[in-house]
Structures are given as C-alpha cells and as structure tokens.
C-alpha cells in the first residue's frame, strides 16, 4: 500500500491538548478496537502519559470481535498486569463496570476525573455516551469528529473527558496502517478503497475463510490474489457496469461498509 500523508494538524494539537489535561484528570481510559487491539492502540500515548497517571484499557466492539481471541488478549493483559475492562459500546455490555474498575486503579475516597483516549473511531464517543446514560459526546462512523476537548459528567463522582482521536505519524509496520484502514480508523479519502478491499479479502481468507464464502458465495482459491477475489465477490452481486465489466469500487464499498458493521461475523484481526 503506496504511503500516505494523513496525520494532519489538528492531530498534533490534540497530543499537546491531551499533555495539558493530564494535570487535570485522576486516571485515562484507552479505548481500543478490540477486533485490532494492538494496531489501535497509540505507542504516542505512552510517551504523554508516561507512568503519569493510571490507565485502563478498555476493549471496546467486544460483540463484534471473536470470542476466542478475546480471550487470548484477557490472559495476555493479564499476566502484564494491565488493568483491562472488555465492553460494547453500542449494546452498553460491560460499560456499567467502569466506575469500579476506576476505583481500583484509585481507590482515594472522592469525585474521580477520568481522560478517554484513542485512535480515530474505535468508539470513544458511543463508550461515554453510554457510561453517562445520555447522548453528550458528538458520534460518528467517520474518524476526526471530536476535535477539542468535552467534559461530561456520568454522576457526582465520576467526570470523562472526552478527547480527540489520535494517530502518529508514522507506520512502521505496513501491515498496522492497514488494520486500522480496514477499521475506518484512517479516513477512507486518504487510501484506494478497491486496493484496501482486495487485502482485506486476502486477510480474511486466511483467517476467516467461512465468513467470505458464507456471505459473498465465492470459490476461495489460495492462489487468488485480492483483485481476483474482489472481481469474484463483485460477479456474485451482480455488480456490473456497462460491456459487462465488474463494478469492483462498488464492490469494495460494499465489503468494507459490511465488514465495519460486523455483518461477516465476529472476527479478530490479530493474535497476542
């Protein structure tokens, strides 16, 4: 995948917005996509934080993650010794427990203000809207929404800071920028969607081969390459243009709206 300028400026002014809070907050959440839990997680974040204050990571799309490599993650955290509470945003499973998982990381009796951090669209927004019980955080299924900094109150003793999303400016593993592109943690304006399409069918044939033929009824040759596989997926909707050539940009729309939507089934993208 060509490289691509997508860290723009008002990312660099949340990291420093973020930096100044932090004097301001007793704990920070890191939201995670918990289908990509290593690729969206920030390696900027640890330089902010830096053992400044205590943090939770919180394994958010839960429901549509698989079960089974979830749990790998939960025994990996746990044997680091990192706090980590697993929840869906959308369904509100799991986000009713914050309050005391917080608690544990700072037990001081008191009201608590807790900063909520993460890469672009892993749902930090629905995550506080949820927790609070109301709709306050700006939603959107697009990356860059919340631009400056939102208090919301959950009670009298629980504050979240809602904060941007933030990515760093440079991948250093290729394949990190495409997980997060396939997410829609990098604005879909930014990549050749077909290009992207053709290596998430690549990755998804190798991982979760059922889940292509069982929604797109195609023949998964291991010799295929992603193009192919595009072009085959595009032929079995009957996504054709004039001449009879296949609408594969339609196509690759289609499988990377489905694939977010979690339409193909529980799936992780990346082991412990």
Known sequence: MAQVQ???????????????????VDVVCEVVDGRIPQSSRNPDLDGIIAGRKPRLLIFNR???????????????YKAQ???FLE?????????????AALRALRPKPGPMRAMVAGVPNVGK??????????????????????R??????????LELLD????LWPKFDDPAVGERLAFTGAVKDEVLDPEELAAKLLVTLRDLYPKAV???YKIELDPAAQGWQLLEACARKRGFLMAGGHVDTQRMAAVLLDEFRGGKLGRISLERP
Not at 7 to 20: I, L, N, S, T, V
Not at 126 to 136: A, P, Q
Request: hydrophobic share 35%; net charge positive.
């Open 62 to 76: 839960s429901d549509q993650a698989d079960p089974s490599v979830t749990a790998q993650w939960r025994a990996y």
């Open 87 to 99: 929840c869906d945003a959308l369904s509100g499973r799991g986000v009713k427990q914050l309050p």
């Open 125 to 146: 927004s629905t995550f506080i809207n949820k927790v609070s019980g109301r709709k306050t955080a700006a939603v959107s299924d697009r990356p860059g929404v919340t």
């Open 6 to 24: 997508w860290f723009p400026g008002h990312m660099k002014k949340a990291e420093r917005m973020m930096q100044d809070a932090l004097r301001l």
């Open 81 to 83: 010794g990192v706090p």
């Open 163 to 166: 904060t941007p999303g933030i």
């Open 148 to 157: 400056g900094k939102q208090w919301i109150a959950v009670d009298g003793q």
């Open 213 to 215: 033929t069982e929604r």
